[in-house]
């Protein structure tokens, strides 16, 4: 049988001797500790010259340090300039994701509100037969046709700080002027032409720069609950239009170069006198609105435009019933 082992000669554990260890390092610190202590007091040049070595290492980490933080403030900076700019970059790819695209030519009117230069073929209607009356309620009326027409025009100087998206709206607000006089007038909801333009815009009828696309007609009488009913100017049942205009329906019309504008130019078509001319209601002109109008002159220029229903629109309210 093999003999037992000794206690005194078995070996020490683990954690005893990292705690000798721990104990002997402290003890030596203390010591050097106080020679230094005592080195200082009673031998400056001489403690100077054994912690040089210990003040030039500090005063290198330290310089390290700072180096350190100059660049993490250098590093912080540049990546909020990068956040920042990454953040713009994509607020504009944004939005030209979400602008409208250009428009073609037979889907917009023209980039802004252009005046004839053809004087009207006839001198003003007289009040007795139409006028614009000026009523309790803050707004104009144009009176005379099958239907006082609630009137708005896109050029008064209190409009000219409205907007029609970037654009101002008495430059490209013809389309929402329009709209908004034949909802004021169809429907029990009077709408502001600024108003009717912050809807178009929220809608996708305005076209930057170009007005409003086509569909602004069939969008906006959709929204309001009237009939829209394109007329296709070659088969026109001109009757039946003046009737409709007599009854209290209204008329969009698309206007290209001519008496009403030299570009682009929604009006309405809002009633026919006892004598068979047309009249209308013009965003852009009392003047205009004021003045008696052949049919056959609205006919030749109308656009040519045949998107949308396009060039010819009649509104009624939502549950009329026409023959």
Known sequence: ????????????????????????????????GAELLACRAMEPELYEEITAPVRRGAAAAARAGGA??????????????????????LRLKLEELNRPPEPQPEEALSTQL?????????SMLDPLISDLEAREDGLEYL???????VYFNQTD??????????????????????MAMAVSTLTETTVDPEDMARLCVKRGY???????????????????????????????????LYARLAG????????????FTKGGHFILLRGVTLGGEILVADPASRERSLIPWDLSLILEELSPS???????????????VHE
């Open 1 to 32: 049988m093999a003999p037992h082992a000794s206690h005194n000669s078995s070996p020490r554990p683990p954690r005893r001797r990292f705690r000798t260890a721990a104990v002997l390092l402290l003890a030596m610190v203390c010591v050097v």
């Open 206 to 240: 305005w076209c930057r720069s170009h007005g409003s696309y086509l569909s602004i007609v069939q969008g906006v009488a959709e929204a309001y609950g009237l009939i829209c009913e394109p007329l296709d100017p070659a088969l026109l049942d001109e009757d039946a």
């Open 114 to 122: 252009e005046q004839p230069d053809i004087a009207p073929p006839y």
């Open 157 to 178: 100087e209190a409009r000219s700080g409205q907007k029609y998206g970037s654009d101002p709206l008495s430059s490209h607000g013809c389309g929402p002027t329009a």
């Open 68 to 89: 350190v933080w100059d660049w993490a403030c250098e590093a912080g900076e540049a990546l909020w300039t990068g956040v920042r700019e990454t953040g713009e970059t």
């Open 306 to 320: 045949r998107t949308n229903g396009a060039p010819l629109w009649i509104l009624s309210r939502a549950g009329e």
């Open 248 to 259: 209290g329906d209204l008329a969009v019309a698309l206007m290209t170069d001519g008496h």
């Open 143 to 149: 009176t005379g046709g099958g239907v006082d027409v």
